[in-house]
T-cell receptor, first 113, second 113 residues
Framework: KNQVEQSPQSLIILEGKNCTLQ??????????LRWYKQDTGRGPVSLTI?????NTKSNGRYTATLDADTKQSSLHITASQLSDSASYIC????????????FGAGTRLAVHP | EAQVTQNPRYLITVTGKKLTVTCSQN?????MSWYRQDPGLGLRQIYY???????DKGDVPEGYKVSRKEKRNFPLILESPSPNQTSLYFC????????????FGNGTRLTVT
């Protein structure tokens, strides 16, 4: 069964600290993996997309990694800011006769001053 | 400015009273989709459309209808809403959904009593 699991469910960190969010997937055939940021009351916004051949991609203070062998991805946030408080959603795209986007349930991050 | 506009943002209605949630985009994207988001669950796809007059069911289509008469609009219709359709709804568009980011609207929070 195609699944995307994220951990932790929620996380609290202090402003200025780093954190790492995890995404494990069992999706086949794999096409790409995306990370989205969803502010409270808003729609998700794309942070990164990584294909099979990419193992790291950055967007400002956000760095995503992908290990296609172990089917794991992480999103690392550096020097967190209050505005990083949001839910982070991992999405895996399956293609090749089975086009589908599989969404994780998200990790809710709270950054406290 | 690229936009996906949903209306209304908030809606409270009663069981059985037909309603329509509108979605409009100005990016000329062929792909449009509707999702619902419930606590603890990932975004679940209701219906999607690959082009004008081309629509297909997603994972949770029961109780919903859609139409795609023109490229920019993709309304979601609940003919006889029930309390289990209380949820946060998102419209999303993409130039190529399985290889490019989704662009989400800001959501419609629906309560059915």
């Amino acid at each position: 069964k195609n699944q995307v699991e994220q951990s932790p469910q929620s996380l609290i960190i202090l402003e200025g600290k780093n954190c790492t969010l995890q995404c494990n997937y069992t999706v086949s055939p794999f096409s790409n993996l995306r990370w989205y940021k969803q502010d409270t009351g808003r729609g998700p916004v794309s942070l990164t997309i990584m294909t099979f051949s990419e193992n790291t991609k950055s967007n400002g203070r956000y760095t995503a990694t992908l290990d296609a062998d172990t089917k794991q991805s992480s999103l690392h946030i550096t020097a967190s800011q209050l505005s990083d408080s949001a839910s982070y959603i991992c999405v895996v795209s399956a293609t090749g006769g089975y086009n589908k986007l599989i969404f994780g349930a998200g990790t809710r991050l709270a950054v406290h001053p | 400015e690229a936009q996906v506009t949903q209306n209304p943002r908030y809606l409270i209605t009663v069981t059985g009273k037909k309603l329509t949630v509108t979605c409009s985009q100005n990016m000329n994207h062929e792909y449009m989709s509707w999702y619902r988001q419930d606590p603890g669950l990932g975004l679940r796809q209701i219906y999607y459309s690959m082009n004008v007059e081309v629509t297909d069911k997603g994972d949770v289509p029961e109780g919903y209808k859609v139409s795609r008469k023109e490229k920019r609009n993709f309304p979601l219709i609940l003919e006889s809403p029930s309390p289990n359709q209380t949820s946060l709804y998102f419209c999303a568009t993409s130039v190529a959904p399985y290889n490019s980011p989704l662009h989400f609207g800001n959501g419609t929070r629906l309560t059915v009593t």
